[in-house]
Structures are given as structure tokens and as C-alpha cells.
């Protein structure tokens, strides 16, 4: 059994793909956690103004799940705002980023899944 608490691990202080602003970022889990093609958990916060850069992966989905706050969203061209609550799906090979429009911290958990 592995239990891990996603608020109390280490952050780095950092860009993140890029973007704008300095986010804290956590690892919470790695590949070695999982039976399954699961790539990573992170815990993110971004400051009001803060960004995941655009960018793209390989042929696998990342999730982001909103805990807190507000912001823009856009996968391949096409934006949306999101807010808490709010699940994005990142498709295999397209272009997104994240950015926090709000004026608090943006809190998203970040999960990813290779195909097989």
C-alpha cells in the first residue's frame, strides 16, 4: 500500500515548459508507483499571471484536474476559460498550455497516461 500526501511533498520553484512566471511544482508520483502506463502525478500552483508554457508530448493523454482557481486553456488553437472543477484532456501529439487568469493561485493536479 502507498500512500502519499500530495501537499506535503518537496517543490521546486520553476518554469514550467516555458510559460510565464515561477510555479510550485511537486512530483508526487512516478512511473514506479504504477501497474498500469501512468507517466507522472504532479501538484502544481500557479501564481495569478502564471503559465504552463505551450507545448506538446507524445502519443499519450495528460489530464489536468482544477482544484482551485481560474484561467485559459487552449489545445491546438482552440481556447477556453476553466475554472475549479474542471477536467482537461490533453490528446496524443496536441499543442495546450495552461494559464492562470484569475487574481489567487491556481491549484491543478497533472497526470499522465501513455497508450500502449
Given at each position: 500500500m502507498e500512500i502519499v500526501n500530495f501537499l506535503r511533498q518537496p517543490a521546486q520553484i520553476e518554469?514550467?515548459?516555458g510559460g510565464e512566471g515561477l510555479c510550485r511544482n511537486c512530483r508526487v508520483l512516478g512511473p514506479e508507483s504504477?501497474?498500469?502506463p501512468v507517466?507522472?502525478?504532479y501538484y502544481t500552483v500557479l501564481?495569478?499571471?502564471a503559465s504552463f508554457g505551450e507545448h506538446t508530448h507524445g502519443d499519450d493523454n495528460e489530464v489536468?484536474?482544477?482544484l482551485e482557481g481560474s484561467g485559459l486553456y487552449s489545445m491546438n488553437g482552440e481556447a477556453a476559460s476553466v475554472e475549479?472543477?474542471?477536467v482537461l484532456i490533453n490528446k496524443p501529439f496536441a499543442f495546450h498550455f495552461l494559464k492562470n487568469t484569475g487574481d489567487s493561485e491556481m491549484r491543478v493536479l497533472v497526470f499522465e497516461v501513455y497508450n500502449r
Open positions: 518554469s514550467v515548459h504504477f501497474d498500469t507517466r507522472f502525478l501564481p495569478s499571471g489536468y484536474l482544477v475549479a472543477g474542471d
